[in-house]
């Protein structure tokens, strides 16, 4: 079954990450590739909102697909959680001729889309681009493999500082709600400890591990540790050990919002290209109402049903994997 559709609106929404230009570039060269129209919607839902369209040519979207953030730039809508508000949005669509839509975000995205297709009907498609990788229905989301490399690239830095000064060291990388990117960055930076949302861990079985590197005479150590964690942040932590610890020189580095910038890596780059095709693709073909994912390296739809009630759960063998190493 294929949709008869004309016009594309393409937008992006929530937080940035690295790979959402490759992915609108992706949209909007393959749409003129089948013979639609693609507009750009600015500020996301605001901006459907406010009537901010773009019109975009496969030049428009030249010399972005190696640059971080995006071009269409992004906002989170109050105004589009009220029916008022989806309304004048779909109201200002209409008026411009824009038939279908490709959101790309995550959860939060998804979730207001999904609304919105059952309120009006209008075909529309996500890609999931968020750090995160938190978003069931796929094996990664886009700018995940960026911000974990950004974040190990640190890591390895502070531990040269760390090995030089006998030095603990409390890294707080992101995931309020999903562990994936400290995981990873646990093993891969080679930390001593962990602390991701999903695992119980009490403050005083990471003292113990702690501890006993201090009487193994290890002279520098790193804990990773998830802005979701349950028992504190890096701060927390490292105040509380800082208070029983006489052999190491307790340091605090936050990593923040570096993790969502710069240069998209060439598989963000490549998921991100080959998710817009099949963005556009499946708005052609009538898979409307769905998330393009990966799995096993092939592209998948999926309903909004399944993504929004679900979770993209972290690898149980990641943690036994993670705390094997850490010895």
């Known amino acids: 079954m294929e949709n008869n559709i004309s016009k594309i609106g393409v937008f992006t929404s929530g937080g940035d990450a690295p790979g959402m230009n490759a992915a609108i570039r992706a949209v909007v060269r393959s749409a003129i590739y089948y013979k639609k129209e ?54 200002n669509l209409k008026k ?51 911000a974990t490399n950004t974040a190990v690239e640190a890591i390895d830095k502070i531990r040269d500082t760390a090995i030089s000064h006998n030095r603990l060291f409390f890294i707080e990388v992101m995931g309020r709600h999903s562990g994936y990117i400290g995981i990873n960055c646990g093993i891969a930076g080679g930390a001593v ?52 610890n006489n052999y190491f020189d307790i340091k605090v580095t936050i990593l923040g919002h570096l993790q969502r910038g710069g240069t998209p890596t060439c598989f963000d780059r490549m998921l991100a290209s080959k998710m817009g095709v099949a963005a556009v693709e499946g708005l052609i073909h009538g898979k409307s109402g769905t998330m393009i994912g990966i799995r096993s390296n092939q592209i998948v739809y999926n309903s909004f049903e399944t993504i929004i009630h679900s979770k993209h759960d972290i690898d149980p063998e990641d943690v036994r994997i993670s705390k094997i190493l850490s010895i």
């Not at 406010?50 to 697909?65: E, M, Q, Y």
């Not at 999903?198 to 702690?210: A, P, S, V």
């Open 96 to 146: 411009n001729g824009i038939d279908s839509l490709v959101a790309i975000g995550g959860d939060g995205t998804f979730t207001g889309l999904k609304i919105f297709f059952e309120e009006f009907g209008i075909p529309s498609v996500c890609i999931p681009g968020t750090i995160d990788n938190d978003i069931a229905g796929t094996d990664y989301t886009i700018g995940f493999d960026t």
């Open 193 to 244: 400890a962990t602390i991701i949302p999903e695992e119980d861990i009490t403050i005083e079985q990471l003292f113990d591990k702690l501890d006993e590197g201090g009487k193994t005479n290890k002279k520098s150590s790193l804990v990773v540790v998830a802005e979701g964690s349950k028992i504190g942040s890096a701060m927390d932590l490292a105040k509380k050990f800082s208070e029983r």
């Open 38 to 91: 693609v507009f750009g919607v600015m500020l996301g839902y605001d901006g459907m909102i406010a009537g901010d369209f773009v019109k975009l040519g496969a030049r428009s979207v030249g010399n972005i697909i190696q640059r971080g953030g995006t071009i269409l730039k992004s906002a989170r809508s109050e105004q589009f959680r009220t029916k008022e508000g989806r309304k004048k949005a779909f109201e």
